[in-house]
């Protein structure tokens, strides 16, 4: 691909537009959630006009929940899951497997309000009056990757947890049923995990970068109908 | 035996779930007095009423159901890994076949959330295009629903009509752009193609013949004795249970909430152009569930004429590079799909494609209350509020 300086400008109305710079509303609700959590809050981020993001401690993660839904109305339960933040040792599976694989950044490097272990667990619960939803963030320790389980807060979050059981390897006590959701009982690893290989990928790379590349004979007029 | 821990089961107000519980209790004695013995009864995978291969294992005492639960992933895809290992612009290939009777419905959120991180918004013809058809595809998606109840409850007419008007609105989607089922016609910044000439005043003409289709099976289904001796009453699900577990949609809107994510957010889309109705209905029984998403196909043929009249000139491409690298944040968008509340939390890395997305599909949490729906109900009933729920294989595997 030539270097292009000007395909790289992006046209974004929203930008130009008058964005929110302060949100009055989600910045009230996060010092209010701090005044109920208190200590149990690690961190906190507000995208204004966007979303909300708390990070709250381990050992906390029942509770706070629970208060979050008992004190600040947040009842409706839309999904929980968990990140793996270490960076795929396998890179975009586009690998040639002839020869070694190439030196990659093996550093993990949480995202919004930050993280210190690998997995991260993240629920999403929204207001039904208000419909302000929150994301709540906590960090699953390192050694043992166990985690309080939120199914008797919300109900809903059973099937999620076995989900997140058997796909990253995060285990949940206090809950009734950790079977396997999709997988077979027999199967071995987790597959979500980032050190979990996409075998189709490992036994013939996928040559997806090839679809980005300009077409033979292509001009700047391209670039209008970019896709 | 698995005993969900539901502290909101104690303080059901609802009289109909309350006379329900009276006799289904009723009989329950009975068989205690008559000693019947237990068995296991297994449904699916291969049967009519699970839209694909889903299985139900229910353990029955007489005509009673104890215990049931259904079993997933004869479908499961995994998905959420194969987007890591796509490029963005590949991704709404795979998220496609999600829920494969709406699947425009399942780009758009995708698409919001990376147009979000990026920063970029589709001109507005784009966005009121994009509206169109992800009504439309809620319409050819809830019309085969309503055929298909009928046929869950042993009528087989309205599965004929549906058949029939859905093939219009398939013909509709495929003229705009060029896949019946699977449009693959959302991009980043834009769509892939402006609407081809003819298509509005086509797709008013389809809008008439589909509210037609609402009456017919409005009187033929809905005002059915049958029907509504199956449906009232059956399958209660009361206001914060349907929120605990995160039912959304129809499903949501049955159980009395008032909450639709075409109105109550702001988001990249024509709705908040409009006016229209969100219905809702007190009962959270079958009935309401299917008698609202009868409505809301009618709402829709509504919304569609509405947006025709207005649709603005102008490009439906944003100027976006031709390599998209989206920069490094995450982001929620969720939308009111077909079936419920379906969305993405993408995390990106600044990288060609996504770090990790979580999809958030709607049949995989409406279809999570049934441990607890079906206990205590009668064996017919299963297929009742399974079909009443409503879900799509490929929207609760992924």
Redesign the interface.
Known sequence: MKPKGKGNQLSSPAETSAAPVVDATRDAMVVAIRGTLGAAVVDSMVKPGDDIWVRVSTESWRNSIQKLKDVHGFDYFCFLSAIDWLPSPFGRGEDDPSEPAPERDSTIRPGYTGGDTRMQLLVRIVNSETHLGINVKADVPNDSYTIESISNVFAGANWHEREAHEMFGIGFTGHPDLRNMYLPTDFEGFPMRKDFPLLARMVKPWPGIVDVEPLPGGDATEEESAS | M???????SAKLGNRQQLSYIASQAADARLNVELETEGMTLNIGPQHPATHGTLRIIARLDGEQVVWAEPS??YM?R?Y???T????F??VTTLVNRIDWLGSFANEVPFILAAE?L????A?PRAQWIRTILFELSRIANVSLFLGDLGVQLGAITPVFLAFRDREYVLNLIESATGGRFHPNFD?I?GL?DDLPAGWIDETKVVMKKLRNFCDEIETLLFGNEIFQSRTRGIGVIPR??A????LSGANLRASG?D?DLRR???IALAYNKVDFKVWTHPDGDSFARCWIRLQETREATLIVDKLLDGIPSGPV????????KVPE????V?TENPLG?M?Y?V?S?G???PF?V?I?SAS??NI??TP?LLRGVYVPDIITILASLYFILGDI?R
């Open positions: 698995t005993i969900l821990n539901d502290p909101v997933c992933g499961h995994g959420e890994k194969l890591e290992v796509r490029t612009p590949q979000k990026m920063g970029v918004e001109p991009r910044g892939k914060d249970v929120l605990q577990y995160g909430v909450w109550d957010q702001d491409m944003a100027k976006v590079p031709k390599i998209i944040g995450e982001a929620w969720s509340e969305g939390y995390v890395r990288d060609l494609g990790r979580k958030r995989f949490n999570s209350i607890w595997d």
